[in-house]
T-cell receptor
Framework: DAGVTQSPTHLIKTRGQQVTLRCSPKSGHDTVSWYQQALGQGPQFIFQYYEEEERQRGNFPDRFSGHQFPNYSSELNVNALLLGDSALYLC??????????????FGQGTRLTVV | KQEVTQIPAALSVPEGENLVLNCSFTDSAIYNLQWFRQDPGKGLTSLLLIQSSQREQTSGRLNASLDKSSGRSTLYIAASQPGDSATYLCAVTSSSNTGKLIFGQGTTLQVKP
């Protein structure tokens, strides 16, 4: 059973550029959430997608956007990159609220470095 | 606003010791609490999930307890091994908003041979 997979694993971008990160959820999961983890900090919630719509959003600017596809995979897009966007970006998949088990499973992350 | 705190931030113990990691949260209205392990530069591995109606969960040498009324959870690791060295994160989802996990900053554990 494939777990949550993310691509790419590492990425270096220049300030002002745009980046797209990808995530495939665990088999059977239809809800995808994205988190940003700065060095030495706990992950911070960016947003969550379910049924191809953004259901919730954390305190992140509009430069952060996303998409979910019919096969439940998801993309995170960040425009006009800032040095402060350098972080580990984590994707988590789960079943939506109301299901018996809402345990979240995470991918290995994408390390984004903005120079 | 829910806040999650983990103390201590770092811990170093000799191999074989039993140890306890602490997690506290400010709002007791949680849906569940999850403990994760994170190796340096890697993603999160789910260790244990405790539903709000449960008091504890066990997996191998790990035991997690939950006391909602006091806003606390502990992760007990028995007979620690060098392979247990990692950062341990706890996260809660609120009853009113189960869409996101709210994380503590983690406890970095080093188990010395």
């Amino acid at each position: 059973d494939a777990g949550v997979t993310q691509s790419p694993t590492h990425l270096i971008k220049t300030r002002g550029q745009q980046v797209t990160l990808r995530c495939s959820p665990k088999s059977g999961h239809d809800t995808v959430s994205w988190y940003q983890q700065a060095l030495g900090q706990g992950p911070q919630f960016i947003f969550q997608y379910y049924e191809e719509e953004e259901r919730q959003r954390g305190n992140f600017p509009d430069r952060f956007s996303g998409h979910q596809f019919p096969n439940y995979s998801s993309e995170l897009n960040v425009n006009a990159l800032l040095l402060g966007d350098s972080a580990l970006y984590l994707c988590a998949s789960s079943l939506p609220r109301g299901r018996v088990n809402t345990e979240a499973f995470f991918g290995q992350g994408t390390r984004l470095t903005v120079v | 606003k829910q806040e999650v705190t983990q103390i201590p931030a770092a811990l170093s113990v000799p191999e074989g010791e039993n140890l306890v990691l602490n997690c506290s949260f400010t709002d007791s209205a949680i849906y569940n609490l999850q403990w994760f392990r994170q190796d340096p530069g890697k993603g999160l591995t789910s260790l244990l999930l405790i539903q709000s109606s449960q008091r504890e969960q066990t997996s191998g040498r790990l035991n997690a307890s939950l006391d909602k009324s006091s806003g606390r959870s502990t992760l007990y690791i028995a007979a620690s091994q060098p392979g247990d060295s990692a950062t341990y994160l706890c996260a809660v989802t609120s009853s009113s908003n189960t869409g996101k996990l709210i994380f503590g900053q983690g406890t970095t554990l080093q188990v010395k041979p």
